[in-house]
């Protein structure tokens, strides 16, 4: 903790606190005709106002605990809602992370200027300080908001890592109870795992008796790739259901063999359409079969 | 013996999560077109970097992989250097045996790298740690050990 000057009784950070409590009202006031507070709230100005105001007591709450430099002070927190509605507004408007920065940055310099005007009669050591801490808190303030920023990005992509995870790997139903999975990309873990849920889901949605993975559009071919390849297989047929797999190019064919990968007695076609033949050649053949008494 | 006279074209990749093998096999995938490898030699030289970077990431956790373009007597290739710095490789027979591993894998990947490029190294540094060298050219050369 930082010490006052003697004859104030106040610790610094009490006399910051202090001084934010006071002058809330006029700093939320000036704040709401900055760019910042008017672009993101159009519809009135008392909601301005008001989102000063909140802000302003997070901040006094900050300086009360002493935890200026502090990012997971507790005093923040509650502002951090706030500040995300805000930034994704300003976001949405087509601002950068440091363009927004910027705007609140210009924050500080109406709180500094009345900060001036308040202490004109103060002692300029304790006006000094005071500054200081001021600049500190705001200082923190802007980190606190790019960081509210940046996580914000980085949830949006996770969000659209995982549509994409799904919307890549559809199973489609090709023919009555026989189902199709496309596969596109490397099938890593997290893939992997979405396809086999996927595909089991639509075996029992379907009914279906046969399913084909192709992986046609699948780039490399390793040992983690052929193991869930035969984990996938092995848990269809525990369903009910026979895979066949189709689409394994030459080149990668070649590097299977080399790499010394066996998809053991999974049947393999080479094209989506042999596949195909081969399934429905093998239904023909199971009902003409069922047809026939012994 | 002729020394190899290598273009300094480097590439250095961090192997710290999945993602990173992704990176790893487009970067060794470009490469090796540009140094005129034909799609069948790609596959396996992006299969093997395949393998090698998960080893790096799941039995050393994590480290780094430095791609080399090569342009020296033997024509252009594309050299890898896989580093950790886990436990290293003590007994490298065994763990190039097919079917051994220690973590539930198929225990293909060692084994089978080795057979899909042209030179194969494992080290285990004095700093500790393992180190994993492949290396293929696009086309051979016989003419290296010539007339
Ligand atoms: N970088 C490494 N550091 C330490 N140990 C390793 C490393 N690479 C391989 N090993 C050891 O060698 C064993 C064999 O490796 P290999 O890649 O052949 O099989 P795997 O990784 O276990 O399974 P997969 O077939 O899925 O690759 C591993 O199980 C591990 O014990
Ligand atoms: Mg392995």
Redesign the interface.
């Known amino acids: 903790m930082i010490d006052g000057p003697p004859d104030s009784g106040l610790s610094s950070t009490e006399a910051l606190s202090a001084f934010l409590r006071r002058r809330t009202e006029q700093i939320a006031q000036r704040w709401a005709d900055l760019p910042l507070f008017q672009a993101v709230f159009t519809v009135t100005r008392d909601e301005a106002v008001e989102a000063c105001q909140a802000v302003l007591s997070c901040l006094v709450e900050v300086a009360e605990s002493g935890r200026l430099e502090d990012l997971e002070a507790p005093g923040f927190l509650p502002a951090r809602r706030q500040l995300v509605a805000m930034t994704a507004s300003r976001s949405r408007s087509g601002l950068s992370i440091a363009q927004v920065d910027r705007e609140f940055g210009v924050l500080r310099d109406a709180v500094l200027d009345m900060l001036a005007a308040d202490s004109s009669g103060a002692a300029p050591e304790e006006s000094a300080r005071l500054r200081l801490l001021l600049v500190t808190l705001f200082g923190t303030l802007r980190v606190v908001v790019v960081e509210t920023m940046l996580q914000e990005n980085q949830e949006i992509v996770q969000r659209q890592r995982q549509q994409l995870l799904e919307m890549a790997t559809p199973v489609v139903k090709l023919w009555d109870r026989l189902v199709a999975v496309p596969l596109i990309g490397m099938l890593d873990s997290a893939r992997s795992q979405v396809v086999m849920e996927n595909l089991l889901e639509a075996i029992v949605e379907h009914n279906a008796d046969i399913a084909i993975l192709d992986i046609t559009g699948v780039p490399t071919v390793d040992s983690l790739v052929a193991q869930h390849l035969m984990k996938t297989v092995a848990s269809a047929r525990l369903m009910g259901a026979e895979c066949v797999i189709s689409g394994i190019r030459p080149a990668i064919a070649q590097t299977m063999v080399q790499l010394g990968l066996d998809l053991g007695h999974v049947t393999t076609r080479a094209t989506l359409a042999d596949a195909l033949e081969w399934a429905l050649e093998r239904r023909r053949r199971r009902e003409r079969d069922s047809r026939i008494p012994e | 013996m002729i020394p190899e006279r290598e273009r300094v074209e480097l590439v250095h990749l961090p192997i710290r999560e999945?993602t990173d093998?992704?990176v790893i096999?487009h970067q060794v995938?470009s490469l090796a077109r540009l140094a005129g490898f034909g799609?069948?030699q790609?596959?396996?030289l992006?299969?093997a970097a395949?393998?090698l970077a998960?080893n790096t990431l799941l039995h050393g956790g994590g480290g780094e992989a430095e791609i080399r373009v090569l342009d020296g007597p033997d024509g252009p290739g594309l050299r890898v250097v896989f580093t950790d710095s886990g436990p290293g490789i003590p007994d490298v027979e065994r763990a190039l045996q097919?079917g051994f591993s220690t973590a539930n894998?198929?225990g293909?990947?060692l084994?089978?790298?080795k057979?899909?490029v042209q030179e194969f190294r494992i080290e285990n540094p004095p700093e500790g740690g393992a180190r994993v060298t492949i290396a293929s050219w696009s086309a051979s050369f016989p003419a290296r050990y010539g007339v």
Do not use: A
Request: glycine fraction near 16%; proline fraction near 0%.
């Open positions: 999945d093998l992704t096999r995938r799609l069948v790609q596959t396996k992006v299969t395949s393998e998960r097919d894998g198929l293909m990947g084994g089978g790298s057979r899909l």
